[in-house]
């Protein structure tokens, strides 16, 4: 089996994944950045976000696993003092493969160019001017135009990340959906949106159209990019998912309690 390793490049970060490298390459693991079967991500969230994006291509064959080197995370659950533990059963091929829904979003231009991309959390629309105006169409047809601070579309295993902050919904990632929240709408008698989360399925498209300016800023995770002339954003639950290696139960509700209400993590 072939592994790579992600590290915050932090003190404990890098320690943890030297030791990590030594110990799986005495198993005979091959380590392997090109193409590897399982990635270990030492650091945050965060730093899972980054060995995504590093692997986008390669979902189908590539597993992540995540250890914390801060406070306990969604895609990073492992603690530093179970890295012995960790190895072992990546060696003995002791795990099964979970699976998370993700967000495609396009960016249609006025030149008929498109980009796409694939978000594990979310990705954000805002305007470079104050107020963003948009329409928002849901499977062609208009739903509302919105004004505001900017819109937040996530994916099930996003939505206790920004998504909460601007207090949409926890999703179980089982589900195949994807989460529209507001941020700061403006509403009074002349401006109005539902002023409510949108939870879609997977067979539901949310195309987002300018009203104004056609640029704005998008962000995919932690890349913010500022596009030019767009026509229209679209949105959709990803055909692709991302595939986490799963050594122990560790369930989604207890990972949201232990992060948000008490944990002796
Ligand atoms: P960052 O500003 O360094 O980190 C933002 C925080 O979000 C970190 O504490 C990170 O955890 C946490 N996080 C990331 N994914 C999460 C998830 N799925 N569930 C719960 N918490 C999660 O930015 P970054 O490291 O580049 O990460 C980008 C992410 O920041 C975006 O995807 C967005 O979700 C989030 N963000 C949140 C807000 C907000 O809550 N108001 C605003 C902007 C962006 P770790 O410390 O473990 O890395």
Known sequence: MKFFIQSRNDDLSNELMDRAKTYLSDFGLEWNEESPDIVLSIGGDGTLLHAFHRYREQLATVAFVGIHTGHLGFYADWKPAEIEKLVISIAKKEFEVIQYPLLEATIHYRNDDQTKYLALNESTIKSPDVTLVMDVELNGTHFERFRGDGLCMSTPSGSTAYNKALGGAVIHPSLDA????????????????????????????????????????????????LHKDVKSIEYRVAKEK????????????TRVHDSFIDSDV
Not at 244 to 251: E, L
């Open 178 to 225: 994807m989460q529209l929240t507001e941020m700061a709408s403006i509403n009074n008698r002349v401006f109005r949106t539902v002023g409510a989360p949108l939870v879609l399925p997977a067979h539901h498209t949310c195309v987002l159209k300018p009203v104004k300016a056609p640029d704005f800023m998008v962000t995919v995770d932690h890349v913010q990019l």
């Open 242 to 253: 991302v595939r986490f290696a799963r050594f122990r139960p560790f369930p989604f509700w």
